[in-house]
């Protein structure tokens, strides 16, 4: 074992043993000084932990990078030997962190320190640590085990932590050497033994090799420049994540997985399902796009300029109208944030679904994700004939709504609506609302439209028309 292999196996127990877990924050901190934290406010978390035992100390200097009296260090852990690795520097009586070093659900994420406003600006290479849209994409990975998977732009390594335990083995690439430096510091800090890195750009160091899982939290946001490798790419527009979702594919073993977050432009004249779609359709796999989220230029650009702490500082207004100007001359009306999951089922009839869920969903997504590409390619492959002699079942959780004026005979209209899973909600007539009421998977679907045209004096519904539930989940 290497002298840094030593250090982080000593440096881990002395977390477990202050309790410096992701737990023993959240209950340390509390959700008021949690909240404020969110907003980048120090205050609150600053007195939850200035008692000054073990775990105060740690939480104040590698969660919030604040200077702590060398004392107080000493007693807690191995303070010469994190000196010498660079860990932690000497600031007169005090010592702070050089990086951020975070638990984490599997073990613990090392990046750099987040920047906040006032603080120097962020250096060109910056590592971002794990945070909402890690937890996205953890939620998002498919629930089966790989016996090879990919975290492409592994970044702080965040997402091998989740990948680690359910497979053999795990390939980390990112084209800046200093994050897959401090990857491997998450690694070894969390026991991780069965990932390597990987130095390159996309999908470079991994050319001609195959994998059952890939996932990656790109570098997805769109901007005129790639100042900032941890999430701007430099290509022009959307182009990246467009060209990462058509790449993935390459890598795919059969019936592998390729979960992505990404980036989207909404652009005058055109439809952004459209746009998306056709991502998906030149993979060759089946494919399932989900939009989460949608800002206009402005809201966008300031999202990014908060992100680097750039608010406030001379160059932000220059920014700020360049930024905007590029998106006038794109035609930009808006950005979307979503997932793109991809499948290699090897068919020659590929089937894409494009959609927007703004409402919560259960997670984690990838706990069912399977299911949602099982029905969405069920629905389209399934014959007419083959379709009327399925029996249907209605899913678990669905309910059904009648809203109406009060009062009235009947109601204005009926909708059925997902208490799990997506939680969607569909807007039905008579015949699949009856029909929802009978389809208990005993009967095939012909004979129970055909009771129920006779019972409303119409023509039986068509096969057609019940294809849209099955591909929402409504019916299994």
């Not at 959700?31 to 969110?38: E, P, S």
């Not at 260090?73 to 520097?89: E, F």
């Not at 060209?243 to 990404?262: K, M, N, Q, S, Y």
Request: aromatic residues 6%; glycine residues 10%.
């Amino acid at each position: 074992m290497g002298p840094v292999n030593s250090l982080l196996v000593r440096l881990r127990e002395s977390f477990l043993r202050a309790g410096y877990t992701l737990d023993g924050v959240r209950d340390r901190l509390g959700a008021v000084a949690g909240g404020a934290l969110a907003r980048e406010e120090l205050v609150p978390a600053l007195r939850a932990t200035r008692d000054g035992d073990p775990l105060a100390t740690l939480i104040r200097l590698w969660w919030l990078g604040t200077a702590v009296p060398e004392s107080a260090v000493r007693d807690v852990l191995p303070l010469p030997d994190l000196l010498a690795a660079g860990l932690l520097a000497a600031d007169g009586a005090d010592v702070r962190a050089t990086v951020h070093l975070q638990p984490w659900e599997t073990g613990y994420v090392v990046s750099d320190r987040k920047v906040r406003p006032g603080d120097p600006g962020l250096r060109d290479d910056h590592v971002v640590g794990a945070g909402g849209a890690s937890a996205n994409l953890a939620q998002l990975i498919p629930a089966r085990r790989a016996d090879r998977a990919l975290d492409l732009g592994t970044g702080c390594g965040v997402q091998v932590l989740h990948l680690a335990g359910r497979s053999t083995h795990v390939v980390a690439t990112d084209v800046n050497p200093r994050a897959l430096e401090l990857a491997r510091l998450s690694f070894g800090l969390s026991e991780v033994t069965n990932a390597e890195t990987r130095l390159g750009s996309g999908f470079d160091p991994v050319d001609g090799e195959l994998f059952d899982l890939v996932v990656s939290n790109p570098p997805f946001v769109i901007a005129p420049t790639g100042r900032f490798t941890y999430r701007e790419s430099g290509e022009r527009a959307d182009d990246f994540c467009r060209t990462l979702v058509r790449d993935a594919p390459r890598h795919l073993a059969p019936d592998g997985h390729c979960a992505i977050l990404a980036n989207w432009l909404h652009v005058a004249g055109e439809d952004w399902h459209d746009r998306v779609g056709g991502w998906m359709a030149e993979t060759g796999c089946d494919g399932w796009a989900v939009q989460r989220d949608v800002q206009d230029p402005a809201e966008y650009v300031e999202l990014w300029l908060r992100d680097s702490a750039e608010q406030g500082t001379p160059a932000y207004r220059e920014r700020y109208d360049r930024w905007l100007g590029w998106f006038e001359e794109l035609g930009v009306e808006a950005i979307g944030f979503g997932w793109i999951v991809l499948q290699n089922t090897g068919t020659l009839d590929p089937v894409v679904r494009v959609e927007e869920l703004a409402q919560r969903v259960e997670l984690p997504v990838g706990g069912y994700v399977q299911e949602v590409l099982d029905a969405v390619t069920t629905a389209h492959r399934l014959s007419d004939d083959e379709l009327l002699a399925a029996c249907l079942r209605v899913a678990e959780g669905v309910v059904e709504e009648r809203i109406g004026v009060p009062g009235a005979d009947d109601p204005t209209h009926i909708v059925l609506r997902q208490t799990r899973g997506l939680c969607r909600t569909r807007r039905v007539g008579t015949v699949a609302a009856a029909l929802a009421g009978v389809c208990d998977g005993s009967l095939p679907l012909a004979p129970l439209l055909s009771a129920i045209a006779e019972l409303t004096d119409g023509e039986p519904a068509s096969p057609s028309s019940i294809r849209p539930l099955i591909a929402e989940g409504f019916f299994l």
